[in-house]
């Protein structure tokens, strides 16, 4: 046999496979979903305080974000968000720009991920491993293309 019908043939196997595993095999919670919303938000490192503000964002399954990242601060911050891939570095009074789908449900933390010190707010200590904020991701209430 002509070893491209044999090499079309595997081909369609492997694509086919993959489609049949997206479709019928994952579970639904599981399967890739984008709704076709996009969200946008502004998340920043306010100067000298350890903290991210807003420190909650509610979005649904299937969302784009769309995230500025500002950091106020005279020394670097850094952006970790595990569950959806994100890691960045930034530069001091800088602003970056992260962008994903929310494809998992539930609550997904994002953190300052440089050591970046510690003071004193209100009377109040404050330190690196205070900048936590939660994304919340709820099931979507548009039906998903
Ligand atoms: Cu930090």
């Not at 595993?21 to 946008?40: F, H, I, K, Q």
């Not at 950091?71 to 968000?81: F, K, L, M, P, V």
């Not at 959806?84 to 449900?105: C, D, Y």
């Amino acid at each position: 046999m002509n070893k491209y019908f044999i090499l079309i043939g595997i081909s369609i196997l492997i694509i086919g496979g993959g489609i049949f595993y997206r479709t019928v095999l994952l579970s639904e919670a599981d399967r890739p979903v984008e709704t076709g919303v996009v969200r946008n938000f502004k998340i920043v490192a306010r100067k000298d305080e350890w903290k991210w503000e807003p420190e909650t964002i509610e979005v649904e399954r299937g969302d784009r974000l769309k995230i500025e990242i500002v950091n106020e601060d005279d020394y670097d911050h850094g952006i970790a968000i595990d569950a959806f891939g994100v890691s960045q570095r930034m530069p001091a009074r800088s602003t970056i720009n992260v962008e994903f789908v929310a494809t998992q449900l539930g609550d997904f933390q994002y953190y300052c991920s440089v050591p970046c010190g510690e003071g004193e707010v209100d009377g109040v200590k404050r330190t690196h491993f205070d900048m936590i904020g939660v994304i919340k991701v709820r099931p979507a209430t548009i039906p998903v293309p």
